[in-house]
Each structure stands twice: as structure tokens, then as C-alpha cells.
């Protein structure tokens, strides 16, 4: 699983990256994260808001930081 975290690195992007980990260490799923902080990758991978979270290419969360059971629920579905 290949998971892109995308945003400046502001405080907002700290946690979702936080909350990234976590979601993937209850399930115990091994992941490759990226941090993307490139404005024209962002923009490439069709991201408008940060933070952004992609998921095996497929963005799903962006313009905030999504709950951890947000993240569970979703990485359960790309299982």
C-alpha cells in the first residue's frame, strides 16, 4: 500500500501524518508514506486543499485532517 500525505508540513499536516500511523498500526498494515510537499505534485495528483491524504493514487481525504476511525474505515476498504 502506497500512501501520499500532502501539505507544507504545517501543524495540520504533522497530525494527519499522526493520525496516518496510527490508523495503519491498529490494523497492522505496512505502508510506504510519502510526504508530498511540491505544490506542482499536489496539483498533479489533483489536490486543491491541504492536508491531503492519497491513498494507492486515489485521494481521499484533503482540507483537513480526517479522524483515525475515518482512516481505519477507508484503509479497511483498500484492503
Do not use: W, Y
Not at 500500500?1 to 501543524?11: D, L, V
Not at 486543491?48 to 484533503?62: E, K, S
Request: one cysteine or more; glycine letters at 8%.
Amino acid at each position: 500500500m502506497e500512501i501520499k500525505i500532502f501539505g507544507p508540513g504545517c501543524a495540520k499536516c504533522v497530525l494527519t501524518e499522526k493520525v496516518v500511523r496510527e490508523a495503519l498500526g491498529e490494523l497492522g498494515i505496512k505502508a510506504d508514506i510519502e510526504k508530498v510537499s511540491d505544490i506542482n505534485t499536489m496539483v498533479e495528483s489533483g489536490v486543491m486543499m491541504t492536508p491531503a491524504v492519497a491513498v494507492d493514487g486515489a485521494v481521499i481525504f484533503q482540507g483537513r485532517v480526517p479522524k483515525k476511525d475515518e482512516v481505519v474505515a477507508a484503509l479497511k476498504k483498500k484492503r
